[in-house]
Nanobody, 114 residues
Framework: VQLVESGGGLVQAGGSLNVSCVAFDDGSMVYDMGWYRQSPGKGREAVAISGWDGERIIYLDSVKGRLTISRDFTKKTVHLQMNSPKPEDPATYYC????????WGQGIQVTVSS
């Protein structure tokens, strides 16, 4: 499975930004799909995960109400809408997909300007 991310970049404080990911695979079932992030000197943390059933969505507590994950099961895409970013939001964001094996995108940078 290859995960290709797009979007990201620079967002102004109070603005909004969208990052997207598409999974290219061999027809494998994709279970959980979502986003992790990692800041310099910190470990990778789960930001938003969409479960295989289309109903279970898990958010990192600190992003609830500001970041929204959406998923298209047919197109095997997942998107993360970021509104009113906070100082802790700048990071490298990684797309994640679980096909019984964990897969990662190459990472995409999100920077917030004041």
């Amino acid at each position: 499975v290859q995960l290709v991310e797009s979007g990201g970049g620079l967002v102004q404080a109070g603005g909004s930004l969208n990052v997207s990911c598409v999974a290219f695979d061999d027809g494998s079932m994709v279970y959980d799909m979502g986003w992790y992030r990692q800041s310099p000197g910190k470990g990778r943390e789960a930001v938003a995960i969409s479960g295989w059933d289309g109903e279970r969505i898990i958010y990192l507590d600190s992003v609830k109400g500001r970041l929204t994950i959406s998923r298209d099961f047919t197109k095997k895409t997942v998107h993360l809408q970021m509104n009113s970013p906070k100082p802790e939001d700048p990071a490298t964001y990684y797309c994640y997909a679980d096909t019984s094996t964990r897969h990662w995108g190459q990472g995409i940078q999100v920077t917030v300007s004041s």
